[in-house]
């Protein structure tokens, strides 16, 4: 029987004002899980001023406070680790062996991580002269909205959640529709450990009603947005009504680059890793692969044989290392992507199709798909596919593979494989990506700053960075003459 769940509004739990509920739907059987509620303008409404209500004494708060509040959240998380897990996996396929290692363990540690960072948050002393103190400090920008996407369905939020609250913000969290339990759960966390009530505001339903109003609402002070690089225009123009501020993670299409001196074992390796981890649906995703041409073929074959190893079903088997997609739609989607790449020329080496056993059958499984002698005018190697669905190509010079990195719209990621260390830099600097991974792929830090260029986005999260993102400076001035004329005066007189 599906669990109704309700939203979090200034530390009450309630339905939508219409009555209105969503199905949440597992995808590795498309069994009905849970209802959720379908809020709109007034539980926007609600959640935004419980949020301004609580601002105050949360700002009031010293940072030590706050922090505390943050490591008992942090604590809370990993101590419901497996109950979170489930719920992930539930939700998302996510395979369980990945959200009780990876995504329930990192939001704790994101949590943690800015609980801890956020206590060296310093101004700065200004030399103007003797005649004056002159310093800055930085304040929290008031409510934030932090609109996040369901690929990581919990660690989307927590990274943004960690950074926003201890640095003195409230927020209203607006989870992606599919996948919003475990960011209910979040919630749920954060008044069992005492964050006060309306800090944290948890509100479901669909983008363009709740994310919206949410963007538009004049109690918002910032958007915190991971997403589609369209949704993220679209939040852009809409937030530039009201100058608000906007941090946008966006898409990516990001190049894997095997160099002619790469260690081959290695480079499948981490393709294996880049290119299927989360069944692809990573904005960082291995997908277009550049390979020197003296490699191709020894690469092409060895990426293909370590893919068909791979275990795909049931994500709550732990020896499942790939899930099915997040949904039915998005299957779909990524199937018209095989589809228009089986007519594009590139050859097919792997996959292309649903696998077909008794735990895959019902869910929304795809297998990993690797085509070859592909070019840069494909769809495949040109837009975001977000499944486990990779393209490979040749290339004959660095400078080349360089040129062809740096042919897509997105600036997010990349990654080179080289034995030459030396080259690998130097051509990391020519890369335009807000990440280049050298001999590496997909590895992230809480102390390392993410973000994109071009149409991949703005703003950083993670590291101390995004600290700044989430503050503002004010400059103050403090006259030490005591004096009531000044000799600037004098301009006036
Ligand atoms: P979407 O942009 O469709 O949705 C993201 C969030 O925005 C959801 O909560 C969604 O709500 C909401 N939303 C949708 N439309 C609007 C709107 N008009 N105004 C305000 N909010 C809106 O992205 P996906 O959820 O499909 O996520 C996948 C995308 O996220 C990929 O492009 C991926 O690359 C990117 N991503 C980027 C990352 C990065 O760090 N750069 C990290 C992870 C993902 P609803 O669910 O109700 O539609």
Redesign the pocket.
Known sequence: MAQSYNVLIGGKWVGSAGGQTREIINPANGRVVALVPQCGREEVDSAVRAAQQAAPAWKAMTMSERSKLLLKLSGAILSRQKELAELETMEHGSPIRKTMNFDVPLCAEQLEYFAGVARGLTGETLPVGPWCASMTVREPLGVVAL??????PAL?VAWKLGAALVTGNTCVV?????TPLTVLKLGELAMEVGIPAGVMNVITG???TV??EL?KHPGVAKVG?????A?GK??MRIASDSVKQVGL????KNAFVVMADADVDSAVEGAVFGAYFNSGQV?AAASRFYIHESLYDEFAEKFVEASKKLKVGDPMDMATVMGPLAYEGHRDKVEGFIARAKKSGAKLLLGGERPDTPETRNGYFVSPTIFGECNTDMELMRD?I?GPVVGLARFKTPEEAVALANQTRYG?SASIWTKDVRAGMAMAGRIEAGTVWINEHLIIFCETP?G?CKE??WGK?LSTMVLEEYTSVKHIYIDLTGQAVKPWYAILK
């Open positions: 609109i996040t996407p369901w690929n990581f989307m607006k989870p992606p529709s599919i669909p983008g363009e994310g919206e963007v947005f991971t997403g589609d690089t949704t679209r939040i993670e966006l898409g990516g904005c975001e977000f997010l993410w994109g991949s986005g999260d």
